[in-house]
């Protein structure tokens, strides 16, 4: 299993700047695309970011060229540096990873989610 270790949220006022961390732990062998998702009161989870191994990323239109998704594969982090927040950033944010499991056997792709770190922005 891999365990997904979120950290960085809070309340700031708009127009601040946050930086959620993900930390991956456990057993696998690599770990492929890693993502932040957020989930506002009453809506879906959506995405806001996705880097690939190789450090390709992918935005939302609505957070672009204010969020950056970064990685350390080193340290098996992902990063998310929000910047400009805006209130309609305000939600529960969640860490994604696919990863290549292994536990003595190769288990598979599966797709891991943290338990979700809260962001408000206040107006």
């Known amino acids: 299993q891999v365990q997904l270790a979120e950290s960085g949220g809070g309340l700031v006022q708009a127009g601040g700047s946050l930086r959620l961390s993900c930390a991956a732990s456990g057993s696998f062998l690599t770990i492929n695309t890693m993502g932040w998702y957020r989930q506002a009161p009453g809506n879906q989870r959506e995405l806001v970011a996705t880097?690939?191994?190789?450090?390709?990323?992918n935005y939302t239109d609505s957070v672009k060229g204010r969020f950056t998704i970064s990685r350390d594969n080193a340290k098996n982090t992902a990063y998310l540096q929000m910047n400009s927040l805006k209130p309609e950033d305000t939600a529960v944010y969640y860490c994604n990873c696919n990863a290549e499991a292994y536990n003595g056997r190769y288990l598979g792709k599966y797709d891991y989610w943290g338990q979700g770190t809260r962001v408000t922005v206040s107006s």
């Open positions: 880097i690939t191994s190789g450090g390709t990323t």
